[in-house]
């Protein structure tokens, strides 16, 4: 939340150069992605997540004109019509980057049918039309999408006094408000994206003032809608990736580990193979090594006060034991554990030993933990249990 001094006083021109307007995608959904092991978990040092909000869409203050020229579009007081509309269309076309969502989706069609020779072979599975058929609708049309239900932006010109006057009436919320204790305005700068669905309308405000001249207000337009551009394409081309990340997990989950209906005292085994193969999988689609995106995977968040080795990863607390508020955060830790000694684990012995695993658990079914981490050493030679227990 930013505060903008709204005063008369202030230029555009100063109000660009101290940079408090930025736009930038909430970082909670791409961490909650990358620390969900591909479920719609988020992460414990994020709010839970609640049912998907209703699409809010941003309508143009009382008088305002609005003028779109080519994909930009904005709002201002007729008075500002004709040299707002100049400068935007004066406005360089910013590069695209070249890891949009729509691009990843592409490469994962292009590389479908040896991703779905790795995932046969490393889940241990039989049916390669179930998890073409997951790709093609699960993850390719989902990416596709992205760019299409990517937040609205409109871009307010508007003098500073004014600003207050039209937010002092009602207008803007949830985005703006008035403090009335300083008489500033509150400005939420965040462009929300979320995983599923329509992102909703975001306004930047562009502020400038009286003494600002026709030659300033113009180019500090065309300067802020730039790097504006620049920051959204940047910003939509993350969460892309981190997207796929996050769909491919699921479809190993979903294709292989839910099947199995392992207990809560086996749950690490099935987060670490689950992002273990989702870095490895995604890695030659958008260029990552899978180390970086496994260091991530196995970080349970800075806020988090759970401490993942004092968990007993053969015995981890029941959630309904658990208070409710501690949940989320005991559960990122046993993720970012689980994923670390899998990631151990494989480097120890060999990735071919994860089918191998999985086809002994859907043969003989372990009960519990313990009986898990017997057949992980029976099939590899690797007895865990010192690297799964809690630590004192």
Not at 131 to 140: G, H, M, N, R, S
Request: charged share 20%.
């Amino acid at each position: 939340m930013h505060l903008l001094d709204a005063k008369g006083c202030q230029s555009m021109h100063s109000y660009q150069r101290r940079a408090l307007i930025s736009v930038s995608i909430c970082a909670a959904a791409l961490i909650g992605l990358l620390l969900a092991g591909g479920s719609a978990e988020s992460r414990a040092d994020d709010p839970p997540a609640g049912s998907q909000p209703a699409y809010h869409k941003a309508e143009a203050p009382a008088g305002f004109k609005t003028i779109k020229v080519g994909s930009i579009t904005a709002w201002a007081e007729p008075a500002d019509e004709k040299w707002v509309a100049e400068a935007i269309a004066a406005v360089k076309p910013v590069t695209r980057p070249s890891t949009m969502p729509s691009d990843v989706a592409t490469k994962i069609e292009a590389k479908k049918a040896e991703i779905v020779a790795m995932m046969k072979a490393d889940l241990a599975l039989t049916d390669d039309k179930a998890l073409t058929t997951y790709l093609d609708d699960k993850v390719i049309a989902p990416l596709k999408l992205l760019e299409v239900n990517a937040p609205t932006v409109y871009f307010l010109v508007v003098d500073g006094e004014k600003l207050k006057d039209i937010v002092r009436s009602g207008w803007g919320t949830p985005q703006f408000s008035i403090n009335r204790l300083t008489n500033l305005v509150n400005y939420d700068a965040n462009v929300h994206m979320p995983a599923d669905g329509r992102g909703d309308d975001a306004v930047i405000p562009l502020i400038y003032g009286p003494q600002d001249t026709p030659d300033q207000k113009s180019a500090g337009l065309k300067e802020r809608i730039m790097m504006n551009e620049l920051q959204r394409l940047n910003n939509i081309a993350q969460f892309g990736q981190i997207r796929a990340l996050g769909l491919l997990m699921e479809g190993i989950r979903h294709e292989a580990i839910e099947p199995l209906k392992l207990p809560r005292s086996q749950e690490w085994f099935a987060t670490g193979v689950v992002n273990w193969l989702g870095a490895k999988y995604i890695e030659p689609i958008i260029g990552v090594d899978a180390r970086a995106i496994l260091a991530q995977l196995t970080n349970p968040g800075e806020r988090n006060p759970v401490n993942p080795f004092n968990i007993n990863l053969m015995n981890p607390t029941a959630e309904d034991i658990l208070l409710p508020q501690a949940v989320p955060y005991y559960n990122a830790s046993l993720r970012a554990r689980g994923t670390a000694v899998v990631a151990y684990w494989v480097n120890k012995t060999a990735e071919g030993m994860i089918p191998k695993v999985l086809g002994e658990i859907r043969t003989k079914k372990p009960a519990d933990g313990p009986a898990l981490v017997k057949i992980i050493e029976a099939v590899s030679g690797q007895d865990l249990t010192p690297v799964l227990i809690e630590r004192q």
